[in-house]
T-cell receptor
Framework: TQLLEQSPQFLSIQEGENLTVYCNSS?????LQWYRQEPGEGPVLLVT?????EVKKLKRLTFQFGDARKDSSLHITAAQPGDTGLYLC???????????????FGKGTLLTVNP | DSGVTQTPKHLITATGQRVTLRCSPR?????VYWYQQSLDQGLQFLIQ???????AKGNILERFSAQQFPDLHSELNLSSLELGDSALYFC?????????????FGNGTRLTVT
């Protein structure tokens, strides 16, 4: 069972459209991060959300952390071809001990924005 | 540019062989993480080191081992390679190993086992 379920798995849209991708789990998380990965490169951090109900905006991207800290969404307004990439959510889980945390990734949503 | 350097970029080898992947973390980062990325499993955490010591272990096979050296660079050793080990291997680094520390990823090593 995947700890983090991301949906949809694939999304192909036209330039200018809006979209929302989701990251869901049955577990409560200390924090949740969103990354974007482009072909041939490693993931790049977009945002970290920590507080339940938190909303963060990064230009045309809006990130929301669920009130119960079990889920998150990423909304993109007026998508552009440069937004194309694999969007990954990652959640922190405590492994025990003093500060022993592990970052677990979902499988991602592969977004293609066509010109 | 994340500041994390991984070498080599591509590696092609045969089953049964052993390879070493190398990672230089971002300047100032003490923690190094190794991840394996495949199409079916996604990005899987393998192991984390902090200032030379193992901090956390994930789904790392016994055929795989890693270490972090005094200069903080890290190596991931993969032995008795199997076809299923073909994947992208990413190294990431962070300042500390705390739960809110952002990870800075290298561009990966693409391993192909034939």
């Amino acid at each position: 069972t995947q700890l983090l379920e991301q949906s949809p798995q694939f999304l192909s849209i036209q330039e200018g459209e809006n979209l929302t991708v989701y990251c869901n789990s049955s577990s409560v998380f200390s924090s949740l991060q969103w990354y974007r990965q482009e072909p041939g490169e490693g993931p790049v951090l977009l945002v970290t959300v920590v507080t339940g109900g938190e909303v963060k905006k990064l230009k045309r991207l809006t990130f929301q952390f669920g009130d119960a800290r079990k889920d998150s969404s990423l909304h993109i307004t007026a998508a552009q071809p440069g937004d194309t990439g694999l969007y990954l959510c990652a959640a922190t889980t405590w492994q025990g001990g003093g500060s022993n945390y592990k970052l677990t990734f979902g499988k991602g949503t592969l977004l293609t924005v066509n010109p | 540019d994340s500041g994390v350097t991984q070498t080599p970029k591509h590696l092609i080898t045969a089953t049964g062989q052993r390879v070493t992947l190398r990672c230089s973390p971002r300047s100032g980062d003490l923690s190094v993480y190794w991840y394996q990325q495949s199409l079916d499993q996604g990005l899987q955490f393998l192991i984390q080191y902090y200032n030379g010591e193992e901090r956390a272990k994930g789904n790392i096979l016994e055929r795989f081992s890693a270490q972090q050296f005094p200069d903080l660079h890290s190596e991931l050793n993969l032995s008795s390679l199997e076809l299923g080990d073909s994947a992208l291997y990413f190294c990431a680094s962070s300042v500390v190993g705390g739960h809110n520390s952002p990870l800075h990823f290298g561009n990966g090593t693409r391993l192909t086992v034939t």
